[in-house]
């Protein structure tokens, strides 16, 4: 079963439970939240190989050309399921209804040990070459990241109190170093999340991303070439930007509408299809 699939599965029956007297469709919603902003550093800025006594030193030979370059745009992206005005005004919603109309939503990767419906995130998409991916079956893992639900103005903000938000582990181009040469190629290594060894250099290389309000980073390993291959360095790859997130009330302004369910969310129309199932079997 997909992580999609098994996602919509756990959580559309504690959904229907909490959610007796209204339609589902106006209790949550689905809405996108984008990072977007350009790349701050170039390539070649922040390279850093590792010495035999663990220490490391900055690499100044030649660089090939790598996909990002210091000034081109990209973005972060995911969709995520946030409960609306009426959720909190359902009588079967069982929480404490919040006097200043405030509510805060932690967001979670499949990854993560939680069992919110709220604020799942299945999966990361960043412009460019990078994709999620898996760590030896690994799901994505989200931490630091909470979205701010004002009722009154029905609108919602990114906040990390925290200090600073990551989600791990994405995938993206790299280099192979070759130590005895003191040079780098590109590479896609399968050596997801920094394996020391027994993995093949040619395939997708895992990395973490990080940031905070305007910025975000994504380390990306280094590895070397031949047998009992290990992570040699790392490329830190800086962006610098802001979030974005919809604004839905009627006297708002500075949002993009987004469409409430009723159309194919990314990856909730499963749990939506149950529940109106379960609804429409429940005795008069």
């Not at 998409?125 to 898996?134: E, L």
């Not at 800086?238 to 993009?256: D, E, R």
Request: charged share 10%; glycine share 14%.
């Amino acid at each position: 079963m997909s992580p999609t699939l098994r996602i919509a599965t756990l959580f559309a029956p504690m959904l229907a439970a909490a959610m007796p007297s209204q339609a589902v469709a106006a209790l949550y919603r689905e809405i996108p939240v984008t990072f977007t902003g350009v790349v701050a550093n170039d390539v070649t800025d922040s390279i850093m190989i590792r010495q035999p006594d663990g220490s490391s030193v900055p690499y100044t030979g030649p660089v090939p050309d790598y996909p990002y370059k210091k000034g081109d745009t990209v973005s972060i992206s995911f969709n995520t399921i946030l409960p609306t005005q009426e959720y909190y005004a359902d009588p079967g919603y069982a929480g404490q209804v919040a006097a200043d109309g405030i509510y805060r939503i932690n967001v979670f990767g499949p990854g993560n040990t939680g069992t919110d419906f709220f604020g799942v995130a299945p999966d990361f998409d960043v412009s460019g070459p990078m994709t999620p991916t898996s760590n030896a079956g690994q799901d994505l893992a989200i931490n630091g990241m909470t979205i701010v639900y004002d009722s009154n103005a029905d609108s919602y903000s990114m906040d990390f109190a925290s200090g600073g938000w990551l989600a791990s582990l994405m995938d993206a181009p790299g280099f192979l170093y070759d130590p005895a040469l003191g040079t780098l190629s590109t590479s896609r290594s399968t050596c997801l999340g920094g394996s020391p060894s027994s993995c093949i250099l040619f395939g997708d290389g895992g990395f973490t991303l990080t940031g905070g309000a305007t910025s975000a980073a994504a380390a990306i390993p280094l590895y070397t070439s031949g047998a009992g291959s290990y992570v040699s360095g790392l490329y830190n790859l800086a962006f610098s930007g802001s979030w974005s997130l919809p604004t839905f009330g009627g006297g708002s302004t500075g949002g993009t509408q987004v469409p409430e369910p009723g159309m194919a969310l990314l990856f909730g129309i499963g749990a939506w299809a149950v529940v109106a199932r379960q609804r429409k079997q429940r005795p008069a």
